[in-house]
Antibody
Framework: EVQLVESGGGFVQPGGSLRLSCAAS????????MDWVRQAPGKGLEWVGR??????????EYAASVKGRFIISRDDSDNSLYLQMNSLKTEDTAVYYC??????WGQGTLVTVSS | DVVMTQSPLSLPVTLGQPASISCRSS???????????LSWFQQRPGQSPRRLIY???NRDSGVPDRFSGSGSGTDFTLKISRVEADDVGVYYC??????????FGQGTKLEIK
């Protein structure tokens, strides 16, 4: 059974940093592109970024709104996906979901950026 | 970026009746490989999104056949043949042809009348 479990969310002040993790199981992690998608309170879905699979050299792509501030990484030996969020802004407040090429999603972790 | 526009944004439906959601893209979603990367997602209240349909009309595993997707080019539709109480939630279309970025529609809130 495919499972994705996010962790690391919490409360942070503007300008701060936070690192989210996503633990994957039930599939060959290195074979899949992995995404981060976020949802601000009461709002729609916004794609944050993607790390490609091993076959695509683990390249990463980001939404313009987070490029230069967020870094996606993965550890295939540990079946883990990460989102390092730096220079956080209040508008980054959202539930952050990790997803396996959009066909499976985690339960999400809430990040609140506020002073 | 490709803009995805859904209509209606609110959809009250009587139980057992059909429902239809439209999604239009600002440019054709046909990719150079001939595929059209248009997906539909359901998000029930308090839950994570769940993909229902990929590449316009392919149902994901476990999705009831009451759900169907159709369309081409820039115009796409999600249809529910007979709405059940379990279908309440927000539905999103998403394009995966011209990425980055992947872009979602605004969402359509389906409620029972």
């Amino acid at each position: 059974e495919v499972q994705l479990v996010e962790s690391g969310g919490g409360f942070v002040q503007p300008g701060g940093s936070l690192r989210l993790s996503c633990a994957a199981s039930g599939f060959i992690f290195s074979d899949y592109d992995m995404d981060w998608v976020r949802q601000a309170p009461g709002k729609g879905l916004e794609w944050v970024g993607r790390t490609r699979d091993k076959a695509n050299s683990y390249t990463t792509e980001y939404a313009a709104s987070v490029k230069g501030r967020f870094i996606i990484s993965r550890d295939d030996s540990d079946n883990s996906l990460y989102l390092q969020m730096n220079s956080l802004k209040t508008e980054d407040t959202a539930v952050y979901y990790c997803g396996r090429d959009f066909d499976y999603w985690g339960q999400g972790t809430l990040v609140t950026v506020s002073s | 970026d490709v803009v995805m526009t859904q209509s209606p944004l609110s959809l009250p439906v009587t139980l057992g009746q059909p429902a239809s959601i439209s999604c239009r893209s600002s440019q054709s979603l046909v990719y150079s490989d001939g595929n059209t990367y248009l997906s539909w997602f359901q998000q029930r209240p308090g839950q994570s999104p769940r993909r229902l349909i990929y590449k316009v009309s392919n149902r994901d595993s476990g999705v009831p056949d009451r759900f169907s997707g159709s369309g081409s080019g820039t115009d796409f539709t999600l249809k529910i043949s007979r709405v059940e109480a379990d279908d309440v939630g927000v539905y999103y279309c998403m394009q995966g042809t011209h990425w980055p970025p992947f872009t979602f529609g605004q969402g359509t809130k389906l409620e029972i009348k």
